[in-house]
C-alpha cells in the first residue's frame, strides 16, 4: 500500500473533529474520514488531543415504565447536549469538505 501525503490543513481539520466531537472514538472518526485509525491517533498526540476511550454505555431507564420529572429533564439535557455535539461535529464535517473540495479544485487542469 502507498504511503498518502495529507496537507495539513486536513490533519487540524481531522483532530479538531475528533477534539470536538463528545463521544466518538478514533475508530468512528478515522473511517468516516478515510484515514487509517493509527494515522489519526499519530495526529493527535502529536498535537497534544489527549485519545478517550471507549465507555461503557449508560444504563437504561428505569423499568417502571412512568419517569419523574427529575428523570425527564435529565434525559431532555442529555439529549440537548447530544444534539449540540452532533451539530458541532456536521459543521466541522462541513467545513473540512469545503476545504477539501477547494484543495482538489486548485489541482485540475481543465
Not at 3 to 27: C, M, Q, S, W
Not at 57 to 66: E, H, I, V
Not at 67 to 85: I, S, Y
Request: some cysteine; hydrophobic content about 40%; charged content about 25%.
Amino acid at each position: 500500500m502507498a504511503r498518502k501525503n495529507y496537507p495539513d490543513e486536513f490533519k487540524r481539520d481531522a483532530v479538531a473533529l475528533y477534539r470536538d466531537t463528545v463521544g466518538a472514538t478514533i475508530t468512528v472518526i478515522a473511517a468516516e474520514l478515510g484515514v487509517g485509525e493509527a494515522t489519526l491517533s499519530a495526529w493527535c498526540k502529536a498535537t497534544g488531543v489527549p485519545i478517550r476511550h471507549r465507555t461503557p454505555a449508560s444504563p437504561a431507564a428505569t423499568s417502571s415504565g412512568a419517569e419523574t420529572a427529575e428523570q425527564e429533564l435529565a434525559r431532555l439535557r442529555a439529549q440537548v447536549k447530544d444534539l449540540q455535539a452532533e451539530k458541532t461535529k456536521l459543521a466541522t464535517e462541513r467545513d473540512i469538505l469545503r476545504s477539501a473540495a477547494k484543495y482538489f479544485a486548485g489541482e485540475t487542469n481543465w
